[in-house]
């Protein structure tokens, strides 16, 4: 996530310069061919201007849908530090004292394994899928905190938060955060059994957990299922057909004035292809919000945030700083 | 569910086929007659533009409404595999243990039934509506697999999580999934009249099992109530008028330049009668996202990956492998 | 709800035909004044056009907010189906057994009384609103069974399922489904005073009673509050605005063509002013999802289902048979 | 609200007879101008026309904003419906029997100061507002019971439902409505201390006042909180600078025809000047729901229908009837 | 929050002033320069009126976007509202009483830290963020109490309703709002050791304060979370060019006609730059509704309101009065 006011011109420019370059070139092409040639291919320009205000409907239409996934990707990190809190209070809280003991290390024991479930979901949604852009996250220059942070895996923030011998048992599972819910609710249950909670708390917390699989389980939900491919190819292909067009409308239109003018197609038709383009990719970007990528949602830094929080209410003394903004980037 | 970045231009074009051939054949058999005749039948652009705005809304509202349907079936099924992880932690660590024992056999047979509730639901969720596309699933050549598991049916998936008693009990029943929960509400009442379980979670389960049929019902309002027909049928009429009236109107457009122009309506208006179908064609084939073809959401691997993870939570041993993605279709 | 997949062009022509026809004839009438007076009465295209748009947008934003209503209306019986599955099976296994009784006669007692109130919640959705279309429900012909179940009304469907006594008493009522609510409460205090049901379940049934107000409710607001009327006789009074223009500005278009052309006007804008009236109607049709008419949700088949659904639960024999498709409607 | 079917064109072009009239005036003007002086300072109207696109838009999302905020303060309502058929059943039917009493006068008490509650809303929600539209609410000539109930005022609606003491106490204090769901939990904590429920009834009924919190509050806030001002004003600005140059532009045009035309102009930019502020007051009369006025959504016929049916359920005698419609509009 | 009908139209400009000099400077350049050197540099209105309608959908999306941020954070407060007052009557009317005793002291002193919680987080969400206006809050000369309110902080606030000794606790930690309602669950937990609550009431209690947290958490999600940049950014600059082209395209048409008109551009094309820019900032300045400026959503006076009601319920004397509204603006 850039957390400056705006992208400058520059930036934007250069992030999509290859539908610019390749719009002038396409453009020139057209214009040096019908310089060359004199076949009067021109097309005429209120047909192709259906056409565009089509494809500007249409990938409308994509943007707000990707808008939408990004800001559910945000809604769904909120709750899961609205979730976190509450777990952890209710941890905090909850236990009865027994014999005098207040029970603080096995508090701990599960609040850390929170912080654990909370981590590995973080780097399982990072996980590249085939509809995703293909770049290598280990390459985001701007933001060498968060490569270094990739690079390092799952294990190396994981492991901290368990005991071996769990953090080797999860590693054989499937969904590793899945199974980690499972053992927290094994240990409720080991909570009720030693008589520390009564059956109505152990429901309670059995309930918080609930919450924490639907966070879970709507985070894999944006993950797993991209915006429908027929939508976004659709969108592209007529995009490409609008942009194709648009050198031999202008064409047209130019042509009907004084000589000068022909050339000035060029530069024009970039510049609508470019902007078409340019809308095409703000939604394209915004699509897979956890794609370990500089648009993504910072779960980063908002997992470092419940970190920190967390281990506040326990008193910890070690606890790390907030998360690094880099370049004006937050991951 | 098309899981690669794009559908390549050449798929989209075979998939649209149709509409692109009939309208390159509509228009030229049009430019024949008037070059034959040399009858003036061309009409003024202006007023069909305003009706191609028009209709282009009316796409954009049915893309619109069908991406909003696909995306919440999407949901209802992510809700499930919340839902059902929350079922089998409950059953897993509610149940008190008596005299020593740990009822694993009693606990594994009610989250095998929970596994044969979703498979069931699954299977019904496929049979053909009458307002669906008629194309027969088991010819899905892209996807052989799913071709296999929906020739074998229910019964073959479904039976090896129930006793046979049980499955022929389902059998004679409307709705089997729904009789499938009502017996996890009577095994419930059992657990409570044995001791094994208190009131309090008595209740709590049914909330689940509440979830459970709120799950389902969401799933059967999206499959037994189609797009309103009287909207989708507007959206096609309106689009069939339209693309009748495109090339009069290049034709008009055409006419007033050059000779070697008029032959140009052809291939323009074939390109826009093809886009605006593509558009429609977008809509339709997301209306129904159960109805057993490629653009569905993909509840095979969905329901695999929730067999998976309930199985590893009961520490099983054969546990099936993830749901194949073939030819790029995740079904 | 019409359930074949499209309406066919005929049946969309012979629904609509009122704008159609009156459409040429206004148009006629125009042409025929101006051929006969040659007052040259022209309007140009270009504001007709803006106006155009604009009412564009506004039919479509109408016709959205119908399409809302009908998919909130929806989704409020599919809360239905699903609420009644939840109470059903909570009575069913809820209720504790005394002294080897297993209390049935009361069980099935509880269970007709909630079929009781959702048949009648059906049948007082159904009674005429002063803003809504004003056809005979009992001359709908492509759905006699609906006709005869709309002629038979409330009381021989719901007089079935209720104590002769009760349902005197309900009928001094004014909101009958909303006192078969209260009755359920009632008995729902005697199974706690007669020790059947602990404190807890009393609540856990009293909130699912309060979900089944809600779903009452909810339908109330849909029936009770219209699409607020200034919006829909604004599109209306804009729509007739706009189409009284269309033909002026076609006149004056193709009245700069050939002579030949001007008689052009009249199908011209008799199909332009048919597609906007269609836009509007389809709108219009759907803002009152109870009705009693063609379009609406098809309230009879979801209720037979939860009859038959309820009544398998309790392994009834007699069941009714699902609700007929009749001619393509489903009521 | 209106309830028929349509406003007639007389009372549509009636209510927005201002705009019309200034309209016609501003035109008439500005084309007496220009056939006194001859000065050619007519403007093209291809821009013109992007700015009525974009005024159109600005329109369409004021209107949908303004659609919002009246369905979801139905919606509330609709809420304090369904929340107070549950609170009146939860307190007649789970108040426990004590030495054969069945508190029937306590029961009563409770219910009638929770319609005391209903109506203490219904009156301080009708307050003015120093953004809402200033026509005094005594004199909407078409609904004389809505007149005579708003001069009565709180008090006389209030009062009878409550105890003297209780009344002058509320009177005391800033918010009347929270202050008597507060004195509703005190009686509900006086039934948990005097044994008649149990610990956990008391939570539960306290939910049921928590939701009646939600709806008070969710009333409070569309109440409090206008369509932003910015938003409006902007809208409002642009339309009258799009307004003020059409004349300009509809000269452009007609000057370019026989000299007839040109007066036409007048009738034809009033038509348009008329159509986008009818538009425009579409949306302003529907953003404040609650402004004692005829678009209002009409609580008093809801609170008058919650007070029947509670007081069917309390088998009182007395009750009065349903609301009036007057002249065709609920209040 | 203007409170005001409408912001007046010498308001708007002056709030919009740099748009409209710059434009009117721009336009002006360009039609000096054309004038000077007679270069024909104009460019055709058609594509430009493209560009145009696109920016026109763009900032659509942009201004509806904020829009839905501002109106969600005015939910939220709403929704502190309504949590405020459940947890004030709960905490009010489930302590049992003990020994006669009615623990008034310990039931204000829980009040108080909730009022406290409420004005930290009001201090907190006011802390400038780098895609923020960057204004200083102090010199918003229109609300001086808002200045003073604003300079003297959170210390002067919150201290009054917190004990010293837990307001340094509070100040050593990162997230001061969360650390409170922490200590407000110890606090439960101590009532429920000290026998004055049952281990139920402490389950509802502690869900209310997990509705806190969920209040809380949602407004550090909108605070934190910006409309991201890169489409904030993309409709910025595609501004930029559609209105850098437009005197170009101006002139083009304005050369047309007479010589006269040729100067008439630069107020024209001021006029429609003005506009778009004015469309642009109005999304603006809604995007981020806790920044401390004009057009926040006004959560000083909410939490007043909440403070008033929540002391009256305990019957405080002094409290305070109701937060002015200075110059139109409440804050």
Same mark, same amino acid.
């Given at each position: 996530?850039?957390? #400056?006011?705006?992208?400058?011109?520059?930036?934007?420019?250069?992030?999509?310069?290859? %539908?610019?370059? @390749?719009?002038?070139?396409?453009?020139?092409?057209?214009?040096?061919? @019908?310089?060359?040639?004199?076949? !009067?291919?021109?097309?005429?320009?209120? !047909?192709?201007?259906?056409?565009?205000?089509?494809?500007?409907?249409?990938?409308?239409?994509?943007?707000?849908?990707? @808008?939408?996934?990004?800001?559910?990707?945000?809604?769904?990190?909120?709750?899961?530090?609205?979730?976190?809190?509450?777990?952890?209070?209710?941890?905090?809280?909850?236990?009865?004292?027994?014999?005098?003991?207040?029970? &603080? =290390? +096995? #508090?701990? /024991?599960?609040?850390?394994?929170?912080?654990?479930?909370?981590?590995?979901?973080?780097?399982?949604?990072?996980?590249?899928?085939?509809? /995703?852009?293909?770049?290598?996250?280990?390459?985001? =220059?701007?933001?060498?905190?968060?490569?270094?942070?990739?690079?390092?895996?799952?294990?190396?923030?994981?492991?901290?938060? +368990?005991?071996?011998?769990?953090?080797?048992?999860? $590693?054989?599972?499937?969904?590793? %955060? *899945? $199974?980690?819910?499972?053992? &927290?609710? /094994?240990?409720?249950?080991? +909570?009720?059994?030693?008589?520390?909670?009564?059956?109505? #708390?152990?429901?309670?917390?059995?309930?918080?957990?609930?919450?924490?699989?639907?966070? $879970?389980?709507?985070?894999?939900?944006?993950?797993?299922? !991209?915006? %429908?491919? &027929?939508?976004?190819?659709?969108?592209?292909?007529?995009?490409?057909?609008?942009?194709? +067009?648009?050198?031999?409308?202008?064409?047209?239109?130019?042509?009907? *004035?004084?000589?000068?003018?022909?050339?000035?197609?060029?530069?024009? *038709?970039?510049?609508?292809?470019?902007?078409?383009?340019?809308?095409? #990719?703000?939604?394209? @970007?915004? /699509?897979?919000?956890?794609?370990?990528?500089?648009?993504? =949602?910072?779960?980063?830094?908002?997992?470092?945030? =419940?970190?920190?929080?967390?281990?506040?209410?326990?008193?910890?003394?070690?606890?790390?700083?907030?998360? !690094?903004?880099?370049?004006?980037?937050?991951?």
């Amino acid at each position: 996530m850039y957390v #400056k006011r705006y992208y400058s011109l520059w930036m934007t420019v250069r992030w999509s310069k290859k %539908p610019l370059f @390749y719009g002038l070139l396409y453009s020139a092409i057209i214009i040096a061919i @019908y310089e060359l040639t004199a076949i !009067p291919f021109t097309l005429p320009w209120e !047909p192709i201007s259906v056409i565009g205000i089509a494809v500007a409907f249409y990938l409308g239409f994509k943007n707000n849908s990707s @808008y939408d996934r990004t800001w559910e990707a945000r809604k769904i990190w909120g709750a899961i530090v609205n979730d976190s809190r509450k777990f952890a209070t209710a941890i905090l809280t909850m236990i009865d004292s027994k014999e005098g003991q207040k029970h &603080q =290390v +096995l #508090k701990k /024991e599960i609040v850390y394994r929170h912080i654990a479930w909370m981590l590995a979901l973080k780097h399982v949604l990072r996980i590249k899928k085939s509809w /995703e852009h293909d770049e290598d996250p280990e390459k985001l =220059v701007f933001a060498p905190s968060f490569c270094g942070e990739f690079a390092a895996g799952l294990t190396a923030e994981v492991k901290k938060y +368990l005991s071996d011998e769990e953090f080797v048992y999860f $590693q054989s599972k499937g969904n590793i %955060p *899945s $199974q980690i819910l499972k053992r &927290q609710s /094994e240990e409720i249950e080991r +909570l009720k059994n030693d008589g520390l909670i009564s059956d109505y #708390k152990q429901v309670w917390l059995h309930q918080i957990i609930s919450k924490l699989y639907d966070d $879970q389980g709507m985070c894999e939900r944006i993950k797993n299922f !991209p915006l %429908p491919r &027929q939508y976004a190819s659709t969108a592209l292909w007529m995009n490409y057909v609008f942009c194709a +067009l648009i050198p031999f409308g202008l064409l047209n239109i130019f042509d009907q *004035s004084t000589a000068l003018h022909v050339w000035l197609t060029i530069p024009f *038709s970039g510049l609508i292809i470019w902007i078409f383009f340019l809308m095409d #990719k703000i939604g394209d @970007y915004s /699509e897979n919000p956890f794609e370990a990528a500089y648009n993504d =949602v910072p779960i980063s830094s908002i997992a470092r945030a =419940v970190e920190i929080d967390l281990r506040e209410m326990l008193d910890d003394t070690d606890i790390p700083g907030a998360y !690094p903004v880099e370049n004006g980037f937050m991951m």
